[in-house]
């Protein structure tokens, strides 16, 4: 069996770092390249030393392009902006990419629609394997119970991240509004404030920021006189980083095209 050669995007942030050391306890894979923003301090720089997994032989470098070889993957969980560059440096060499990148505004999102017809691409929110069994849970549940109960998401999640509400609590909102019939750009919430009773249709999405919370996220379904509450707690970005290093083993021999984490687990989304 060959070995697939990882390209890791951002080595020394905080998923970068966590992919490079679980690269190296994953059979079948090995850390292949290492990629960083132009000017960063870590160029020239160990990979597996700037992530703490010891000395690794994988200097970083400011360009995709050098390490994308047949037989690899790009693995990108950095920031929108960075992501689009890498998704462009993919399509270019069709090199496969996984991007579990948040934040992303529309025309972002179509660009990488579009380069993906030219190499295969998986997109995900979140890359936790629980997570995604969440997202099918919620539609089921939602469409069991209908419109006679009220949906609302609270995630929470460290003080350093950029986006609010967390890509997986909209994803997760948008799964419980399809079920429901319901167009989360119309229905949507971000936190409340002020004087005013909760539409019927609303779909509530409150965020919080603190310390160094992983990731969690509930979802409620209130009713009159109950309520279910199905909830995703991240215990370490490990798992994070092992559903993306599961997606880039599945990716490593499929066709071009866009596909995501229902498609790595062989579920009908």
């Keep these: 069996m060959s070995t697939l050669g990882l390209i890791v995007c951002g080595p020394g942030g905080r998923m970068g770092g966590v ?46 392009e050098p390490s994308a070889e047949e037989g690899r993957v790009i693995v990108d969980l950095t920031t929108p902006e960075a992501s689009v560059a890498h ?23 179509r660009q990488i ?21 969440l997202l099918d849970l919620v539609g089921q549940v939602a469409q069991r119970l209908g419109d006679a109960y009220d949906v ?25 509004g399809d079920a429901l019939g319901r167009k989360l750009e119309r229905v949507g919430v971000a936190g409340r404030s002020g004087f005013a009773e909760r539409k019927k249709t609303d779909i509530g999405l409150l965020s919080v ?26 215990h370490s970005r490990d798992a994070f980083g092992r559903g993306a290093i599961r997606a880039a083993q599945w990716l490593a021999d499929k066709e071009n095209g866009l ?10 989304a």
Excluded: W
């Design 259 to 268: 596909y995501g984490m229902a498609d790595v687990l062989g579920r009908v």
């Design 113 to 133: 629609r579009t380069l993906a017809a030219r190499t295969p691409t998986v997109l995900a929110p979140n890359m936790s394997l629980g997570v995604n069994l």
């Design 152 to 176: 609302e998401i609270v995630e929470a999640h460290h003080r350093f991240k950029k986006d609010a509400p967390s890509g997986t609590a909209l994803a997760l909102a948008r799964a419980a």
């Design 87 to 109: 998704m462009k440096a993919a399509a270019k060499t069709v090199t496969p990419i996984v991007i579990g990148t948040t934040g992303f505004n529309a025309g972002q999102l």
């Design 209 to 234: 920021r603190a310390g160094d919370i992983a990731g969690e996220h509930t979802v409620m379904f209130g009713g009159i006189g109950e309520r279910i509450e199905l909830v995703h707690r991240a």
């Design 19 to 64: 992919l490079v050391r679980l690269i190296q306890d994953t059979p079948g894979v090995t850390l292949a390249g290492a990629c960083d923003r132009p000017g960063s301090p870590r160029l020239g720089q160990d990979a597996g030393a700037v992530a703490g997994a010891g000395h690794l032989g994988v200097e970083i470098v400011d360009r995709i």
